[in-house]
């Protein structure tokens, strides 16, 4: 659940200058946490963009590394099969699929290479977990420890 912490507005300014998920890790660092930073720092799927970057670290990240990149692939709200959230990110993100693209959005060809390589990542989690995609969800338990995790985070 940490691994957006750079998100919140009350966390930004301590890790001004650091990109997603590095600031994260940054934070977990500095408040006793540091173990974490490893398992959260490539999560980001701007990560997965570049092709030398993704080849090196999928053969080298730990499992804790492939889950939370994974499970940041599928869950927007809601649990949602890797498809589904690449529609939403579409959706959400229009420019990043027209040729006439604000600086920094990904081309069409881009958005399909990010897309190959999380299912890449997909089958290597799910290998390792020993399910099929479509076994993937969230267990009863969750939602009251997402709740709880919330409540103790606002106290």
């Given at each position: 659940m940490l691994?957006?912490?750079?998100?919140?507005?009350?966390?930004?300014?301590?890790?001004?200058?650091?990109?997603?998920?590095?600031?994260?890790?940054?934070?977990?660092?500095?408040?006793?946490?540091?173990?974490l930073g490893p398992a959260i720092v490539g999560h980001p799927v701007t990560r997965i963009a570049d092709r030398a970057w993704f080849e090196t670290w999928i053969g080298a990240a730990t499992p804790e590394a492939l889950i939370v990149s994974y499970a940041d692939k599928r869950a927007g709200q809601r649990l949602e099969s890797m498809a589904q959230r690449f529609a939403?990110?579409?959706?959400?993100?229009?420019?990043a699929v027209h040729a006439a693209r604000p600086r920094g959005s990904w081309t069409?060809?881009?958005?399909?290479?990010?897309?190959?390589?999380?299912?890449?990542?997909?089958?290597?989690?799910?290998?390792?977990?020993?399910?099929?995609?479509?076994?993937?969800?969230?267990?009863?338990?969750?939602?009251?420890a997402i709740a709880a995790a919330a409540a103790e985070w606002h106290r």
């Open positions: 691994h957006d912490i750079d998100k919140l507005d009350r966390v930004k300014p301590d890790v001004d200058g650091l990109a997603h998920g590095e600031g994260s890790a940054e934070w977990l660092a500095r408040h006793g946490y540091a173990e939403s990110w579409e959706q959400r993100y229009p420019s069409a060809d881009t958005l399909e290479q990010v897309r190959r390589r999380a299912e890449e990542l997909e089958i290597r989690v799910c290998e390792l977990a020993a399910v099929r995609p479509a076994e993937v969800r969230r267990l009863e338990w969750t939602g009251r």
